[in-house]
């Protein structure tokens, strides 16, 4: 089971950090992601992190602005958003992939159950 949190509503410029939870699984074995999507979009591949932490991937529209990390010990997995925009505003979803990185959410069966961030301009 995931749980997304640490959603909000934030101005331009502002910053937000979310965090997932997990439990029921052996944490350290999945890769994790994070997602989000905007009314009237697709689901859209934010960033996601391997097992061990080492290689993380972003998509275009964050790169620069978000990090990702995780924490073994602790279950979770976070994202550090800043330089927040507009077009952030979405809700967040994380999710949990068993059998390594994937870009496509069609490849997570594990998945949290968002968290809403809005970026007022």
């Known amino acids: 089971q995931l749980q997304a949190s640490g959603g909000g509503l934030v101005q331009t410029g502002g910053s937000l950090k979310l965090t997932c939870a997990a439990s029921?699984?052996?944490?350290?074995?999945?890769?994790l992601a994070w997602f989000r999507q905007a009314p009237g979009k697709e689901r859209e591949f934010v960033s996601s992190?391997?097992?061990?932490?080492?290689?993380?991937n972003y998509g275009d529209s964050v790169k620069g602005r978000f990090t990702i990390s995780r924490d073994n010990a602790k279950n979770g997995v976070y994202l550090q958003m800043n330089s927040l925009k507009p077009e952030d505003t979405a809700v967040y979803f994380c999710?949990?992939?068993?059998?390594?990185?994937?870009?496509?959410?069609?490849?997570?069966?594990?998945w949290g159950q968002g968290t809403q961030v809005t970026v007022s301009s």
């Open positions: 029921g699984l052996t944490f350290r074995l999945y890769a």
């Open positions: 992190i391997n097992r061990s932490g080492n290689v993380r």
């Open positions: 999710a949990a992939n068993y059998y390594g990185v994937r870009y496509s959410q069609n490849d997570y069966r594990l």
